[in-house]
C-alpha cells in the first residue's frame, strides 16, 4: 500500500484494535475467512494489528462443500491470506441439516472455527448484515431478542466490523490489491436475507429517504442494551421456578427469567421460541389445570402445585 492511507482502512484497523484491547501480547486469534469481500477486509486490517500487538493469527476457510468449485474458492482465498503475511488453513465440513441448512451450515463452520480454542474469533460481519439481521427478527415476530441482531462481543466471538458497511470493505480490499468472491446464494432468492439484501433494503433506502441500515443498527444497538439490563435482572431473582416469585416480577423480567431456566434445563435455544415462552408464562399468569408445555431440546416445563420444573420427553419406541 503506497501514499496516502485509505480511511477505510484506518478505520478498519481502529476497530479491530478496539475489540481486542482486552488480549495481552501472544493471545491467539482465528479470522473465519470465506473469500468475500467483508471476511478479506477483516484480515487485511487484523493482520495490521496483530503484528504491532503481537498476536498469534491464523486465517481458517470453512469449506462447506455446499457448491460446486467451493474447494478452489477456498484455495483462492488461503493464497490471498498467504500474500498477506498469515497462516491460512482450510478445514472442510459436512453440513448436516438439522435448523435448515442456513443454520446447519452457521452451526458446522462455528465448530470449524472454535477447533483450535482460541482467545479470540473474529468474524466480518458489517452494519449491512446487521440491518438485515434486524429486519429477519422483526418478520419473524421473535421479539426483542432477535431485534437485537448481533452483539459485537458474545463470548470468545468478536465482529470488528458492524460499524462498516460493505462498500468500506471492498475499498478495504481494493486498498490491498484482494480480489474477493461473490458467493451466488447472496443473490439467490430462495435465500430470504437475499432477498431482504437485494430487493427490500433498496425499497426501504428509496421510501425513507436513505439512511435505513444505519437507523436499523442503531436500534439494534439499543434494544441490545437494554435487554442486557433485563437479563441481569432475571439472573438475580433467587426462586426462578417458584410461582409467587414469577408472578411478582414485571412480564419482561419474568419472560427472561423463564428463558432462562428453560435453557439451564436443557432446552434448544436454537429453536426455543416467544411462543414456546409465552405457553410456560400461562403455566404462571392463567394455569386451569394445565400441566405440561413441551419444549425443543426432549424437555418439557411443569407446574405441580406452586412450583414449575423441567423434565425430560420420553422418546416415542
Given at each position: 500500500m503506497g501514499g496516502a492511507l485509505d480511511p477505510a482502512?484506518?478505520?478498519?484497523?481502529?476497530?479491530?484494535?478496539?475489540?481486542?484491547?482486552?488480549?495481552?501480547?501472544?493471545?491467539?486469534?482465528?479470522i473465519g475467512v470465506s473469500g468475500g469481500a467483508d471476511s478479506l477486509a477483516l484480515a487485511a486490517v487484523t493482520g495490521f494489528v496483530a503484528d504491532r500487538?503481537?498476536?498469534?493469527?491464523?486465517?481458517?476457510?470453512?469449506?462447506?462443500?455446499?457448491?460446486?468449485?467451493?474447494?478452489?474458492?477456498?484455495?483462492?482465498?488461503?493464497?490471498?491470506?498467504?500474500?498477506?503475511?498469515m497462516e491460512a488453513e482450510i478445514i472442510a465440513v459436512d453440513v448436516g441439516r438439522h435448523g435448515g441448512p442456513e443454520a446447519a451450515a452457521r452451526r458446522a463452520r462455528h465448530e470449524a472455527l472454535r477447533r483450535s480454542m482460541p482467545d479470540a474469533v473474529l468474524l466480518g460481519h458489517t452494519l449491512d448484515d446487521q440491518a438485515e439481521t434486524v429486519l429477519l427478527g422483526l418478520g419473524r415476530g421473535s421479539g426483542p431478542r432477535s431485534i437485537a441482531g448481533m452483539s459485537p462481543a458474545d463470548g470468545i466471538t468478536r465482529r470488528p466490523l458492524l460499524a462498516l458497511r460493505r462498500v468500506d470493505t471492498e475499498r478495504i480490499c481494493r486498498a490491498h490489491g484482494l480480489s474477493w468472491w461473490n458467493d451466488p446464494h447472496n443473490a439467490d432468492p430462495a435465500y430470504r436475507r437475499s432477498r431482504i439484501r437485494t430487493e427490500l433494503m433498496p425499497v426501504l433506502e428509496d421510501v425513507l429517504g436513505g439512511g435505513v441500515a444505519e437507523a436499523?443498527?442503531?436500534?439494534?444497538?439499543?434494544?441490545?442494551?437494554?435487554?442486557?439490563?433485563?437479563?441481569?435482572?432475571?439472573?438475580a431473582v433467587e426462586a426462578p421456578l417458584d410461582v409467587p416469585t414469577l408472578l411478582a416480577l414485571p412480564p419482561a423480567v419474568?419472560?427472561?427469567?423463564?428463558?432462562?431456566?428453560?435453557?439451564?434445563?436443557?432446552?434448544?435455544?436454537?429453536?426455543?421460541?416467544s411462543?414456546?415462552?409465552?405457553?410456560?408464562?400461562?403455566?404462571?399468569?392463567?394455569?386451569?389445570?394445565?400441566?405440561?408445555?413441551?419444549?425443543?431440546?426432549?424437555?418439557?416445563?411443569?407446574?405441580l402445585g406452586d412450583s414449575l420444573s423441567y423434565v425430560r420427553t420420553p422418546v416415542a419406541g
Amino acid at each position: 500500500m503506497g501514499g496516502a492511507l485509505d480511511p477505510a482502512v484506518a478505520t478498519g484497523r481502529n476497530l479491530v484494535r478496539a475489540a481486542l484491547a482486552d488480549l495481552g501480547p501472544g493471545s491467539r486469534l482465528v479470522i473465519g475467512v470465506s473469500g468475500g469481500a467483508d471476511s478479506l477486509a477483516l484480515a487485511a486490517v487484523t493482520g495490521f494489528v496483530a503484528d504491532r500487538a503481537s498476536y498469534e493469527v491464523t486465517a481458517v476457510i470453512v469449506d462447506h462443500q455446499l457448491q460446486p468449485g467451493s474447494a478452489a474458492v477456498a484455495a483462492v482465498a488461503a493464497e490471498q491470506i498467504h500474500e498477506l503475511g498469515m497462516e491460512a488453513e482450510i478445514i472442510a465440513v459436512d453440513v448436516g441439516r438439522h435448523g435448515g441448512p442456513e443454520a446447519a451450515a452457521r452451526r458446522a463452520r462455528h465448530e470449524a472455527l472454535r477447533r483450535s480454542m482460541p482467545d479470540a474469533v473474529l468474524l466480518g460481519h458489517t452494519l449491512d448484515d446487521q440491518a438485515e439481521t434486524v429486519l429477519l427478527g422483526l418478520g419473524r415476530g421473535s421479539g426483542p431478542r432477535s431485534i437485537a441482531g448481533m452483539s459485537p462481543a458474545d463470548g470468545i466471538t468478536r465482529r470488528p466490523l458492524l460499524a462498516l458497511r460493505r462498500v468500506d470493505t471492498e475499498r478495504i480490499c481494493r486498498a490491498h490489491g484482494l480480489s474477493w468472491w461473490n458467493d451466488p446464494h447472496n443473490a439467490d432468492p430462495a435465500y430470504r436475507r437475499s432477498r431482504i439484501r437485494t430487493e427490500l433494503m433498496p425499497v426501504l433506502e428509496d421510501v425513507l429517504g436513505g439512511g435505513v441500515a444505519e437507523a436499523l443498527a442503531r436500534t439494534a444497538d439499543q434494544v441490545r442494551a437494554d435487554g442486557a439490563w433485563l437479563d441481569e435482572l432475571a439472573a438475580a431473582v433467587e426462586a426462578p421456578l417458584d410461582v409467587p416469585t414469577l408472578l411478582a416480577l414485571p412480564p419482561a423480567v419474568r419472560s427472561r427469567t423463564l428463558r432462562r431456566t428453560a435453557l439451564q434445563a436443557g432446552a434448544d435455544g436454537s429453536a426455543l421460541t416467544s411462543t414456546h415462552l409465552a405457553e410456560i408464562d400461562r403455566l404462571v399468569t392463567s394455569w386451569h389445570g394445565q400441566r405440561r408445555i413441551e419444549l425443543p431440546g426432549g424437555l418439557a416445563c411443569v407446574r405441580l402445585g406452586d412450583s414449575l420444573s423441567y423434565v425430560r420427553t420420553p422418546v416415542a419406541g
